[in-house]
């Protein structure tokens, strides 16, 4: 049922009924095949600047290309998932998305893989704008939370899988047969979704709202605790990209030379960080959220202290940690994004999501500037200031600005 009164009695499927298993199966596929599709490139970044002839931070501009088109689309699709339906919205982004992405191989130039992968991230913005909302109108409340969690395993699961299927593709039959396979393993896990994922049951279309869309989004954008929040993820993920960007760059060369094939395996690192977002979440609720991000922060910097050593071993330790300590505060950052939220929640956490992919997309591209010019400890002391920064922020927007909220509207 698409529409109706909103006021019936929808408990919500519950753990161990059929529709329950299918639903969280089908949004573990559509998070696997959105973020297989989204980062897939990065991991061929080394061998499109060897083929290519082209600067470290213009080869990146395929991620950032794919990540703007995703953080701009998110509120359109949010909005347009408000009335055609979660799964129908969610269904016409994986399959145009896949057919995009199909494609991009087959460019000819490097231009046309740039405006290509845009478009694939324009497509794929429907799945994570309201994947969340969905199993909220579909899920019993109890078990909300733990099907969220298997989303987000599927969002984590099929960014390692789209790099480490590209990764050594890449050096043993060039990148854009790398791509081609994640493609395809995108098109396989999007059929997933669509066979699986049953007629929407809660879902109720967009009735006239107390506050108008432009109103819900100003609001948050004039509170000093969200603005805090959505600059958290601007600068964590920003310095994220920028490590997962070009530590592969560094370690191909001296005086590492490790080959690309094993360079992918780092994205096992991942891993790390999802274990980290599952502790996390809890501490935040007995030691402080603030508490938590700072923590998490400082987890990062000592990361990148590490990743300043010519050993292999320590450099890839350090990895684990700064991933480990950016998982501790990003989704913390995220989480509240919507929970602190007093009007528009849903925008407010879209608004989060466009702050951290614009971040991802902006510092990838800009910090290999840096890298360009000046090498990786260049790179890693320009990490560290966003770091530093983000850590004011958090301190200021999250601790002594909290009292000074703007009353909502009425």
Known sequence: MTSGDPTRAWRGFERG???????????????FATFAQIFDAQAVLPALRSELGIPAAT??????????????????WSSLADRIGRT????????????????????PSFEAVLVARGLVGLALGAVPAVAVAYLAEELHGAWVGVAAGTYVAGNTIGGIAGRLVAGPLSEVVGWRTGLLAVSVLGAAAAAVFWALVPEPRGFVRERASAHPLSTRILFSLRDP????????????????????NYLGFHLTGAPFGVPQTLVSLLFLAYLSGTAASRVSAGLGGRIGYLRVILGGIAVMVLGLLLMFSDSLVVVVIGLVVFTIGCFSAHPVASGLSGRWAQVGRAQSTALYQLSWLGGTAFFGWAVGVVYDRLGWIATLVTVIGMCAVAAVIAATGLGMLRTRRPVPPT
């Open 225 to 244: 605790v969200l603005v805090a929040l959505y600059g958290l993820g601007f600068l964590l993920m920003g310095a994220f990209s920028v490590v997962y």
């Open 17 to 31: 009924e059929r529709a329950y298993r299918r639903i969280v199966v089908a949004l573990f596929a559509a998070g």
């Open 59 to 76: 080869a990146a501009l395929t991620v950032s290309a794919t990540t703007v088109g995703l953080a701009v689309s998110v509120l359109p």
């Open 88 to 107: 129908t919205a969610m269904k016409l982004s994986l399959l145009s998305a896949t057919a995009l992405s199909l494609v991009v191989p087959l460019m």
